[in-house]
């Protein structure tokens, strides 16, 4: 995992009982505060000078003098992660050593050290840091499934922001901590870039993402309140699973906003895989897949708008939908709706259900731009490089 050395990192208010599965009570509130930032960014442009149309950008990128409120990012999230708040309220640990050599008793000034804390922090890097981590890195989690690079468990109000991850492998069993207070083993993990299990107001921002074992970003066991935004996602095979299994149906309430990124080179499938719940696909640029870009099962309502779509060659993979699991005379009642979707080399996407907009409240989040401007709000999807003294 290839950190920036001035990037922005996760923190936790760790306490399980905060976790929330509940949906969002009344979703349009959710859409009217994202209108109300991409208005306020749009008002500051003209003295501003460096808007993208992109609302979460907008918000702090603008500003030369970003490393000096490096939390105000927390204020700039938008969709059913928009109150992840991190460690806006803590203090900023800096990372000043990229080993990971004990994984039980982890050295202060690690990363390792930094994210088992309880206390909220900000975590930043004291320089370009390559962080090859031994085992899973458990976020204060107290147990375990998911891949041996970042472990989001029983924790809410996260950010993980700026990070270049790759080469995420399966793990063994092994002993690790995950607080000051508590360490035990872990069973063999799944090698998932991200993995969210059971997490709640969880927001995966500017991450360029490739080559795990298993997924890039995956969140299952009564995740919801997540957006996962402008990130960059390359060479992998099943990118995305939102959803623990057909039968796992308490993630019938799960809310996931996926905003404004880039799925490029390389991928063949999952982007995103959904089962159950509720998911407002938007704004995001598809230049590539070799199987499908959205798939699902168990009834999901998938919310597809203003995307652009550009389906491969191959003349049997132009479908940007595949409905999994299911019989047409089943998934035909599924609420899938493609609004504003911009269709390049004879994409196409199958809907179903229901067209009516109430269909779609829970998996509303916030207002598309239109498909014509996505290559813009996506040019700078993945990690940034950011430089003090001068706009991100």
């Not at 905060?18 to 969002?24: E, F, H, K």
């Not at 969709?79 to 982890?106: E, L």
């Amino acid at each position: 995992m290839h950190v920036p050395s001035l990037s922005l990192l996760f923190t936790s208010l760790l306490f399980p009982s905060l976790i929330s599965s509940s949906p969002v009570q009344d979703p349009e509130l959710v859409v009217q505060d994202v209108h109300r930032a991409i208005n306020a960014s749009r008002r500051n442009l003209g003295y501003l000078s460096c808007g993208t149309g992109n609302p979460m950008d907008d918000c702090w990128r603008c500003d030369p003098n970003w490393e000096k409120n490096r939390q105000r990012l927390a204020d700039c999230a938008i969709g059913f992660g928009k109150n992840a708040i991190g460690g806006r309220d803590g203090k900023i640990y800096v990372v000043t050593d990229s080993s990971d050599n004990d994984v039980v008793n982890p050295k202060p000034g690690t990363l390792r050290h930094a994210v088992i804390q309880d206390e909220p922090l900000w975590i930043i890097f004291a320089r370009d840091m390559t962080i090859r981590l031994k085992e899973e890195l458990l976020m204060n989690s107290f147990k375990t499934i998911g891949g041996p690079c970042i472990t989001i468990q029983y924790v809410t109000n996260i950010i993980i922001h700026g990070l270049n991850i790759h080469d995420c492998k399966q793990g063994g069993n092994a002993m690790v901590r995950d607080s000051p207070q508590h360490f035990g083993w872990r069973t063999i993990s799944d090698g998932d870039g991200v993995s969210i299990f059971r997490g709640s107001h969880v927001w995966v921002d500017h991450n360029s993402l490739s080559n795990c074992n298993d997924g890039l970003v995956d969140a299952i066991h009564g995740s919801t309140a997540i957006t996962i935004s402008n990130n960059y996602m390359t060479h992998h095979d099943k990118v995305m699973l939102l959803g623990h299994s057909d039968s796992y149906t308490q993630d019938k309430n799960m809310q996931v906003t996926i905003a404004f990124n880039h799925f490029g080179e390389g991928l063949v499938q999952r982007m995103p895989r959904c089962r159950h719940g509720y998911f407002h696909v938007v704004n995001n640029d598809y230049t590539h897949w070799e199987m499908y870009a959205i798939g699902g099962s168990a009834n999901p309502t998938i919310n597809s708008q203003g995307n652009r779509f550009t389906a491969p060659n191959a003349r049997f993979s132009k479908e940007v939908t595949k409905h999994e699991d299911a019989p047409e005379s089943e998934w035909k009642s599924w609420n899938w709706r493609s609004e504003g979707d911009l269709m390049v080399n004879g994409a196409f996407f199958t809907p179903s259900g229901a067209g009516a907009s109430s269909s779609y409240a829970k998996a509303s989040s916030l207002g598309a731009r239109p498909s014509s401007l996505v290559a813009t709000i996506t040019t700078n999807a993945g990690a940034l490089s950011c430089k003090k003294g001068s706009r991100c």
